[in-house]
């Protein structure tokens, strides 16, 4: 350039020069590291002291080969005669650090010239790749783990903008629209949504993607979707927000209920959730805690029992003694938490409190008429006589959520299903009454019985499940044989004690 | 005090009652010991250093891992024994990757500990 030869650069005065290189040295992460043509280490920088373990006074004025491992000696070798010869040599390689740890670093080497241009020793800068590779290999393995995951679930993923518009369309959207992913990226999500429904359906995701109010992501919602053909099937979403600085962006899970298979696994899971998800969480967590909890006083008590054998061995009783009486401690204490764990156990089998029928009853008709593709309209009635009641309030549910299934799946059209909560004597009267065909004759005694059905895909255990619940609740539960529409199932649980006092 | 850091076993657990069994058990085999209540209490004392380290891993502030990536950090290198009561396939692949010596269940062999106590001496 023909400027070049006209800008002077900054004078710095040549004793200067000193200072400035020397807190560059003290400052840099990188390891400096000089030595002499016999390979002696003369400098020794905060970096390198880093990286290898060695204070300055431990390291100056020993061979560079205590850095170098056995099996790079010849590597080594190769190298100082290429600098010796006048190159500068990059490398990644292994050194070993002060008590013999090996440790990846990657190698700057120059051979150091006097002002005449001959070599008086060779200047080495080594970065510590420890900390590179763990991160590489780290984002790697996310990498892989996410796109496994994406192969195997069921759902489709979908990446939306804030603007509303695809950005991602994953293999099982594809599928289960229809369309392959670069006919709808960068079009608007309406397009995934039934007619009919588009407005209030947007308006959900819109509603999310305007307020990022987080607990709408939590919740399941279940949609009309639309395929590219046209035909529509009820689908399931999960929002979720990526938030990433000056990027907002929301990942929608697609769930297909329309799968006969799909449905049946979804409520299959919803019903064992039911039971389980609060006990399933607690108890993996227990076992790990119990674990450790168990674990600690073992580990003293063996502890205390192996220094008392050398003692007693020794003939020294006394002192052991002492050592002993520590021992015992630690066996009650181990003791005391077996005996909590029984007691938690315990509790486990009879969870019943005082509940709120009306939210008990709420919850669970939320969950049965989750993927339930025709009109149901649901009426409930609580007489203000009877809205405690002493139940286990997951189980109860599951009679709920059976009940309430049964009732939407006898009724192939629109329907309505009512449940009534009265008092009878000392118990809550619940009834689950539909508007279907009623109970089938093939049925009729065996009803309660375990693995009696008329369905193609049913399992016939619903009903069983039912009594079992409701027996063990201490209360009944039957059809009502000439009921005026469709089918009448009762059950009873108990009203909480000294209510029967209680007047509305 | 002990005057000869560098020929001490050093024992790391928020339980007192483990420290204090290491501490009897070691003795007792002729080691000098000594204990810290946790992680932040042994980088207090990281002028000096132990010849060895025997570490749980799970404790409050700073899990032993964590205390170990910190060491390795600021290039402070020891042998170091981990012991942990549920030895997960990642807490053993991160040992590993830090250059520990060994990971032990809780509770330990008495054989394994006093090895790694005499090979470090
Ligand atoms: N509300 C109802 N209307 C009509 N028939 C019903 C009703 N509830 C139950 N039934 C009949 O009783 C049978 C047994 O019901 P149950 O809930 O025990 O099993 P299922 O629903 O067939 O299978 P699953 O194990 O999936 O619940 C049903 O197959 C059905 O024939
Ligand atoms: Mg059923």
């Known amino acids: 350039m023909s400027s070049e030869g006209t800008s002077t650069p900054p004078y710095v005065p040549p004793d200067h020069a000193r200072f400035w290189l020397g807190t560059l040295t003290e400052s840099a992460d990188a390891g400096f590291v000089g030595a002499d043509l016999r390979g002696i280490i003369i400098t020794w920088n905060p970096g390198a002291e880093r990286i290898f373990g060695y204070a300055p006074a431990e390291i100056l004025g020993r061979p560079i080969g205590v850095l170098i491992p056995s099996d790079k000696q010849a590597e080594e070798a190769a190298s100082l005669a290429r600098i010796g010869a006048g190159e500068t040599l990059r490398l990644e390689t292994e050194r070993l650090c002060k008590g013999g740890r090996r440790t990846p670093v990657s190698l700057t080497m120059a051979p150091v010239l006097n002002e005449r241009g001959h070599a008086i020793g060779i200047s080495v800068i080594a970065r510590d790749m420890q900390r590179t590779f763990l991160i590489n290999a ?367 | 005090m002990q005057d000869d850091l560098q020929s001490a076993v050093g024992v790391i657990d928020d339980d007192p009652a483990v420290l204090d069994s290491f501490r009897f058990m070691l003795e007792v085999a002729g080691h000098r010991v000594l204990t810290f209540r946790s992680a932040l209490e042994f980088l207090a004392h990281t002028s000096d250093l132990p010849c060895c380290l025997i570490l749980d891993q799970q404790m409050p502030d700073l899990t032993g891992l964590e205390l170990v990536a910190r060491l390795r950090s600021d290039g402070i290198v020891l042998p170091i024994l981990l012991v942990t009561a549920w030895p997960s396939p990642a807490i053993v692949t991160r040992a590993a990757e830090l250059g520990i010596e060994g990971v032990l269940e809780k509770p330990p062999g008495e054989g394994d500990i006093l090895s790694f106590a005499a090979a470090y001496l």
């Not at chain 1, 099937?233 to 907002?248: C, K, N, Q, T, Y």
């Open chain 1, 138 to 504: 780290e984002n790697l393995r996310r990498e892989a783990v996410l796109r496994s995951i994406l192969d195997t679930v069921h759902e489709a993923l979908i990446i939306i903008g804030d603007d509303g518009l695809i950005r991602s369309f994953s293999g099982t959207a594809e599928r289960l629209f229809g369309y392959p992913s670069e006919e709808v990226i960068g079009h608007d999500v309406s397009v995934l949504v039934s007619e009919p429904h588009r407005e209030r359906q947007v308006a959900y995701i819109a509603r999310y993607l305007q307020t990022g109010e987080r607990h709408i992501a939590s919740i399941a919602r279940v949609v009309a979707g639309q395929r590219k053909d046209g035909s529509t099937f009820p689908m399931e979403l999960s929002v979720g927000e990526i938030a990433l600085p000056g990027v907002r962006q929301f990942t929608v899970f697609i769930r297909d209920l329309s799968e006969s298979q799909d449905r049946e696994r979804r409520l299959a899971e919803l019903r064992s959730e039911l039971v389980h998800v609060s006990r399933l969480n607690d108890l993996g967590q227990m076992v790990s805690t119990l674990a450790h909890e168990v674990a600690q006083p073992l580990t003293s008590l063996a502890n205390y029992l192996n220094g008392s054998r050398r003692l007693l061995t020794a003939g020294k009783a006394e002192a052991a003694e002492q050592a002993l009486e520590r021992a015992a401690e630690q066996a009650s204490r181990a003791t005391r938490i077996v005996q909590s764990l029984r007691d938690f156990v315990r509790r486990g089998e009879t969870e019943k409190r005082s509940e709120d029928l009306r939210k008990t009853i709420e919850e669970a008709s939320a969950l049965a008429m989750l993927g339930i593709a025709h009109k149901l309209t649901l009426e409930l009635r609580v007489s203000p006589d009877a809205r405690q009641a002493v139940i286990d309030k997951v189980q109860i549910q599951q009679v709920l959520f059976n009940l309430i299934r049964n009732a939407a799946e006898a009724m192939t059209g629109d329907g309505m299903v009512s449940i009534t909560v009265m008092r009878v004597g000392e118990m809550a009267e619940i009834s689950v009454a539909d508007t279907g065909p009623g109970l089938g004759e093939e049925v009729g005694a065996r009803l309660f019985q375990p693995f009696v059905t008329s369905k193609p895909n049913g399992m016939g255990v619903g009903l069983s499940v039912c009594r079992t619940i409701v027996e063990a609740h201490g209360g009944q539960i039957w059809a009502d044989p000439a009921p005026l529409q469709g089918a009448l199932f009762k059950f009873t649980v108990p009203l909480p004690a000294g209510d029967s006092a209680k007047t509305d």
